[in-house]
């Protein structure tokens, strides 16, 4: 799977847009761009995916560049419940025994 | 959506004693689960990937026998640390696919985890 590189940490204030940054150049064709987040102390959760369309859900938006080598995950209206380590995980979509690997995520923390 | 349940939520033990840990998937089916253990302020690191009906498969550096993975139902998989000792104290978190959601896509549902901790 390819590897992704993302900011050790960001702030973003209460109601404003969270843009969370990824970088994964060595991207191949059939991969997808996951991303999970981790509330302090619980499971991951996932949040959403794409492979190369822009992407949208009640929870965020997935913004794919068109040579897929980065993306940006959109939380439009941040809240203090969305503090959490962000995983940007690069990996195919299909098979049983597909593993995600975790890389070291981005630390949002909404400030009030 | 998927629920993964995991039990117990937090455990303390002695030294040299062995934990067991259940994780369960609560309305689907799993013949595939995963296990990860995450240190404090660190990411998740993964285990073991839990087969049913057949042996686990440990990643690199996983000691087998110490951390003995069952996965006897396509609902239940449990992870044992054997003797454990402190430095063995770890979240250790469960996941599975729900391939009916999603459109079939790679999505993992995480259990809560659960925090061992060893005197």
């Known amino acids: 799977d390819a590897k992704t590189t993302q900011p050790p940490s960001m702030d973003c204030a209460e109601g404003r847009a969270a843009n969370l940054p990824c970088n994964h150049s060595t991207i191949s064709g059939n991969e997808y761009v996951y991303w999970y987040r981790q509330i302090h102390s619980q499971g991951p959760q996932y949040i959403i995916h794409g492979l190369k369309n822009n992407e949208t859900n009640e929870m965020a938006s997935l913004i794919i560049t068109e040579d897929r080598k980065s993306s940006t995950l959109i939380l439009p209206h941040a809240t203090l419940r969305d503090t959490a380590v962000y995983y940007c995980i690069v990996t195919f979509e299909r098979g049983a025994t597909n593993k995600l690997i975790f890389g070291t995520g981005t630390l949002l923390a909404v400030q009030p | 959506g998927a629920v993964v349940s995991q039990h117990p939520s937090w455990v303390i033990c002695k030294s040299g004693t062995s934990v067991k840990i259940e994780c369960r998937s609560l309305d689907f089916q799993a013949t595939t689960m995963f296990w990860y253990r995450q240190f404090p302020k660190q990411s998740l690191m993964l285990m073991a990937t839990?087969?049913?009906?057949?042996?686990?498969?440990?990643e690199q550096g996983v000691e087998k026998d110490k951390f003995l993975i069952n996965h006897a139902s396509l609902t239940l998989s449990t992870l044992t640390v054997t003797s454990a000792h402190p430095e063995d104290s770890s979240f250790y978190i469960c996941?599975?696919?729900?391939?009916?959601?999603?459109?079939?896509?790679?999505?993992?549902?995480f259990g809560a985890g659960s925090r061992l901790t060893v005197l």
């Open positions: 996941s599975a696919r729900d391939w009916s959601l999603h459109s079939g896509a790679n999505v993992l549902t």
């Open positions: 839990s087969n049913e009906g057949s042996k686990a498969t440990y």
